[in-house]
């Protein structure tokens, strides 16, 4: 069975909404349980840039609710940066490399059991067979207590030179991640565990939170992870929209969001894709997004591409598919596409009604993308043939639609927003434990 077909298996069982169907109400059921301290532990540890490899970049820079917890840019620039969002630039004492090469995803519902595929290439997944659970690119030096795909995906970003990591030799976890040292005793993880352990406050909230460690057992890099993903799930649920509140029976959705709701789960197909209460398959899909930026080739490679789910599987009919997002929150979480291609949603549902006249007529202007002379922004996009190969894997037909229709369909899309998730349920602290300064 190939990876494709598994995987929407696999999201046909987990959500079992046709297109044509209304999903049902999202409820507490659905989410993964919590524990209290664990999320107050985490909410510290999501805004403390002590993770960080240079200790300057925290989950929040790239996650903010400023930006939809997203960073408002097509393609982030992580270590090497300054500032916030599309203000963030190129740091002239510390230059980054490259930009990273896909768009910082929303955090919205992450913490739903549902959510067992994450990264736009679903390269981690929940897999029963794996001694941890888990289905990651480091398979073989995955360490035991990750509490799920969420807990794992989360620690990733530590582990990257362009996200967190920093530079290759610039400190004591790049080093380690050059070396291949990710894992055990003096591997990077242990490195970034052993910083928390050493401050006192942080010390005293796990063992507040965790009997294991009262009892005397080492903070562990996987306590950290488990305490981030208590914390998204906690923080950034967004199921009260007007949406949720027509699904309710509360208060019915009225003129163009219901008309857009119409079309979306009727003549306009969306929901073959965006199905559940999640509005997710979980599946992936080639929609002929533009590619542009470095791309996700290995660094010694010469190409510029981003071939999606294929570097994951192999499997040819993976070419340039991407896993579906969740649309929760969607009207806040701009840019969009895997490679932040559209800052309109408007534009955006235009381009994906007839995605291969809009790859043909795609404006380079288009994309949100601070200045930096780093590598060619458009060498996959000039490659001789990568529009062309883009183009013939589009999965789906034209859906013409009227003026009219796609602004009815902006309007539903808009009634997705729970605003009062926007903000997170907690907040920004006022200060972390490290005393390092918090992105604002």
Same mark, same amino acid.
């Given at each position: 069975?190939?990876?494709?077909?598994?995987?929407?298996?696999?999201?046909?069982?987990?959500?079992?909404?046709?297109?044509?169907?209304?999903?049902?109400?999202?409820?507490?059921?659905?989410?993964?349980?919590?524990?209290?301290?664990?999320?107050?532990?985490?909410?510290?540890?999501?805004?403390?840039?002590?993770?960080?490899?240079?200790?300057?970049?925290?989950?929040?820079?790239?996650?903010?609710?400023?930006?939809?917890?997203?960073?408002?840019?097509?393609?982030?620039?992580?270590?090497?940066?300054?500032?916030?969002?599309?203000?963030?630039?190129?740091?002239?004492?510390?230059?980054? @490399?490259?930009?990273?090469?896909?768009?910082?995803?929303?955090?919205?519902?992450?913490?739903?059991?549902?959510?067992?595929?994450?990264?736009?290439?679903?390269?981690?997944?929940?897999?029963?067979?794996?001694?941890?659970?888990?289905?990651?690119?480091?398979?073989?030096?995955?360490?035991?207590?990750?509490?799920?795909?969420?807990?794992?995906?989360?620690?990733?970003?530590?582990?990257?030179?362009?996200?967190?990591?920093?530079?290759?030799? @610039?400190?004591?976890?790049?080093?380690?991640?050059?070396?291949?040292?990710?894992?055990?005793?003096?591997?990077?993880?242990?490195?970034?565990?052993?910083?928390?352990?050493?401050?006192?406050?942080?010390q005293a909230a796990f063992e507040a939170a965790l009997p294991e460690v009262a009892a005397g057992r080492p903070v562990a890099f996987t306590d950290i992870s488990n305490a981030i993903a208590?914390?998204?799930?906690?923080?950034?649920?967004?199921?009260?929209?007007?949406?949720?509140?027509?699904?309710?029976?509360?208060?019915?959705?009225?003129?163009?969001?219901?008309?857009?709701?119409?079309?979306?789960?009727?003549?306009a197909e969306c929901s073959t894709c965006h199905a559940g209460p999640f509005l997710t398959d979980h599946a992936f899909h080639a929609m002929g997004v533009p590619q542009f930026g470095p791309?996700?080739?290995?660094?010694?490679?010469?190409?510029?591409?981003?071939?999606?789910r294929f570097r994951v599987t192999g499997h040819p009919e993976d070419l340039y598919a991407f896993l579906t997002p969740s649309l929760r929150n969607v009207a806040k979480t701009a840019p969009?596409?895997?490679?932040?291609?559209? /800052?309109?949603?408007?534009?955006?549902?235009?381009?994906?009604?007839?995605?291969? /006249?809009?790859?043909?007529?795609?404006?380079?202007?288009?994309?949100?993308?601070?200045?930096?002379?780093?590598?060619?922004?458009?060498?996959?996009?000039?490659?001789?043939?990568?529009?062309?190969?883009?183009?013939?894997?589009?999965?789906?037909?034209?859906?013409?639609?009227?003026?009219?229709?796609?602004?009815?369909?902006?309007?539903?899309?808009?009634?997705?927003?729970?605003?009062?998730?926007?903000?997170?349920?907690?907040?920004?602290?006022?200060?972390?434990?490290?005393?390092?300064?918090?992105?604002?």
């Amino acid at each position: 069975m190939t990876g494709r077909r598994w995987a929407v298996l696999f999201a046909m069982a987990a959500v079992p909404a046709q297109a044509g169907d209304l999903p049902p109400p999202i409820t507490d059921d659905m989410y993964a349980p919590v524990n209290p301290a664990m999320v107050e532990v985490g909410h510290l540890l999501f805004w403390d840039p002590i993770l960080s490899g240079n200790q300057n970049i925290a989950c929040a820079t790239c996650h903010h609710p400023r930006f939809g917890t997203s960073d408002g840019v097509s393609l982030s620039l992580g270590e090497g940066g300054t500032g916030l969002g599309p203000d963030r630039r190129p740091d002239p004492a510390n230059m980054p @490399e490259q930009r990273v090469p896909r768009n910082a995803p929303a955090l919205f519902n992450l913490g739903a059991t549902e959510f067992t595929t994450l990264f736009h290439d679903g390269r981690i997944q929940a897999d029963p067979a794996q001694p941890n659970g888990l289905r990651t690119p480091l398979d073989q030096e995955m360490v035991q207590g990750f509490s799920g795909v969420l807990s794992a995906q989360t620690m990733f970003p530590v582990l990257s030179q362009d996200e967190m990591a920093g530079h290759y030799g @610039e400190n004591e976890v790049s080093k380690a991640v050059r070396s291949g040292r990710l894992t055990g005793p003096g591997g990077a993880w242990d490195l970034i565990a052993a910083r928390v352990r050493a401050i006192p406050a942080y010390q005293a909230a796990f063992e507040a939170a965790l009997p294991e460690v009262a009892a005397g057992r080492p903070v562990a890099f996987t306590d950290i992870s488990n305490a981030i993903a208590e914390f998204i799930t906690w923080e950034w649920r967004a199921d009260d929209s007007p949406f949720d509140r027509h699904l309710r029976g509360d208060a019915p959705l009225t003129g163009p969001a219901l008309r857009g709701m119409e079309l979306f789960y009727g003549e306009a197909e969306c929901s073959t894709c965006h199905a559940g209460p999640f509005l997710t398959d979980h599946a992936f899909h080639a929609m002929g997004v533009p590619q542009f930026g470095p791309g996700k080739a290995e660094r010694f490679e010469r190409h510029s591409r981003d071939e999606g789910r294929f570097r994951v599987t192999g499997h040819p009919e993976d070419l340039y598919a991407f896993l579906t997002p969740s649309l929760r929150n969607v009207a806040k979480t701009a840019p969009y596409g895997h490679s932040g291609s559209h /800052r309109d949603l408007t534009g955006f549902v235009l381009y994906h009604i007839d995605p291969a /006249r809009g790859l043909a007529a795609y404006d380079r202007n288009e994309p949100l993308l601070q200045t930096f002379e780093g590598k060619a922004v458009w060498a996959a996009f000039d490659e001789e043939g990568e529009a062309d190969r883009i183009s013939g894997s589009i999965e789906t037909p034209p859906h013409p639609l009227s003026e009219d229709d796609v602004a009815a369909i902006v309007a539903f899309l808009e009634s997705l927003t729970d605003e009062a998730s926007l903000d997170g349920r907690i907040g920004i602290p006022d200060s972390v434990p490290s005393g390092l300064p918090i992105d604002r």
